[in-house]
């Protein structure tokens, strides 16, 4: 099944996971960047990340190679202020045909201070879905690595390898 993990990553999270994921399924990574960077130290992170994401911001990202064409679409965020990260509500918008087109959709949600349940329903509430292929939550993986989180990554791709 051609498969792409599209994502976007601040801190690197969701980069390390995406990374494992690509590698265990054959995956291609497509990382989505925004033209303007938000603020990623400090208290201005978090204020400026949270109202974006509240406010449902779209903002203009950089060129990215997506053509569509693949029967399995795994999307990758932060959690921010218990919402997907504004850079992949911009993708998601931008390629709603594409995605609509795919045959199955899956997340990987990675977040350090909760909110992880309310942002994976604001993405399938986004997508037009009710439920996804599969729903990878993690809490700081790159930064707090364990054999829990691991084993949740084992058992996602496994659950796409069967489906």
Do not use: H
């Not at 498969?3 to 265990?24: C, H, L, R």
């Not at 399924?25 to 989505?32: F, N």
């Amino acid at each position: 099944m051609k498969t792409a993990i599209v994502y976007y990553s601040m801190s690197g999270n969701t980069k390390a996971v995406a990374e494992k994921i690509s590698d265990k399924l054959g995956a291609e990574m497509i990382e989505i960047r925004p033209v303007k960077e938000y603020p990623s130290e400090g208290a201005r992170k978090f204020i400026w990340g949270g109202m974006k994401a509240v406010m449902g911001e779209k903002p203009k990202l950089q060129p990215y190679d997506f053509s569509g064409g693949y029967d399995r679409i795994i999307l990758g965020t932060p959690v921010w202020a218990s919402n997907i990260s504004p850079p992949i509500r911009s993708f998601i918008c931008q390629n709603e045909e594409a995605l609509n087109a795919a045959k199955s959709i899956a997340a990987v949600i990675c977040y350090a201070g909760g909110g992880a349940d309310k942002a994976i329903e604001k993405l399938k509430k986004l997508l037009g879905v009710e439920s996804l292929e599969a729903e990878l939550i993690l809490v700081d993986p790159k930064d707090k690595p364990s054999e829990e989180n691991e084993a949740k990554i084992k058992e996602f791709c496994n659950k796409l390898n069967d489906a």
